[in-house]
């Protein structure tokens, strides 16, 4: 089935510092890629979604200049946390749409931990 | 797209079945109904999905009810790998979009 990697899975940084988020389709084209931001005990909150080649589209509260998103090809999206502080401390999730099994399929997560 | 309704939390047994239920009043007739879990620390995965008839696979059955208002995921035999958050989720089959999650059952299974 159709699979999605994300990396790194845990990550550590100092408040300032920023932190490159990686998602990659790996046996599927994905025009479109999705992250979501995960507290504990809480559900999943749609950030952003991301277009190939074009800009992301943001949820309402979600700021642009924080989260860079970035979608330069079908199988990679990445997302850039800016000027991180400890309140970015989060679980990071990607998914990407499988166009051909009309499947949503999501990476492992990503473990923020802004120190 | 159209909202659904889920108790917060459920308790099973191990190998016993697991009966998770989800209203969705307000589903329309292109609502697909999709289930998915959340293992701890883990993304979502994907678990089943119908529109209309009841489906089964091999990980779960889905019972759909005659007025589509209601579903129910049904795990035959619980283990402990089983616990995990359980969407319930509709999707429109023709908006190409995101999917919103909201606050899931938590499904606690005691050995």
């Known amino acids: 089935g159709a699979v999605v990697s994300q990396h790194p899975s845990r990550v550590i940084c100092k408040s300032g510092t920023s932190v490159k988020i990686e998602c990659r389709s790996l046996?599927?084209?994905?025009?479109?890629m999705f992250w979501y931001r995960q507290f504990p005990k809480q559900s999943l909150m749609l950030m952003a979604t991301?277009?190939?080649?074009?800009?992301?589209?943001?949820e309402q509260g979600v700021e642009k200049d924080k989260f860079l998103i970035n979608h330069a090809s079908l199988t990679l999206s990445t997302l850039t946390v800016t000027s991180a502080h400890p309140e970015d401390s989060s679980f990071y999730i990607c998914s990407a749409r499988d166009v051909e099994n009309y499947g949503y399929t999501f990476g492992s997560g990503t473990r923020l931990t802004v120190v | 797209d159209a909202k659904t309704t889920q108790p917060n939390s459920m308790e099973s047994n191990e190998e016993e079945p697991v009966h998770l239920p989800c209203n969705h009043s307000t589903i329309s007739g292109t609502d697909y109904i999709h289930w998915y879990r959340q293992l701890p620390s883990q993304g979502p995965e994907y678990v089943i999905h119908?529109?209309?008839s009841n489906v089964n696979n091999r990980m779960a059955s889905l019972a759909i009810a005659e007025d589509r208002k209601s579903s129910t995921l049904i795990l035959h035999r619980a283990t402990l790998r089983d616990a995990a958050v359980y969407y319930c989720i509709l999707r429109d089959f023709y908006n190409n979009n995101d999917m919103r999650f909201g606050a899931g059952t938590r499904l606690t299974v005691k050995p």
């Open positions: 046996d599927f084209q994905a025009t479109t």
């Open positions: 119908g529109l209309t």
């Open positions: 991301s277009n190939e080649g074009s800009k992301a589209t943001y």
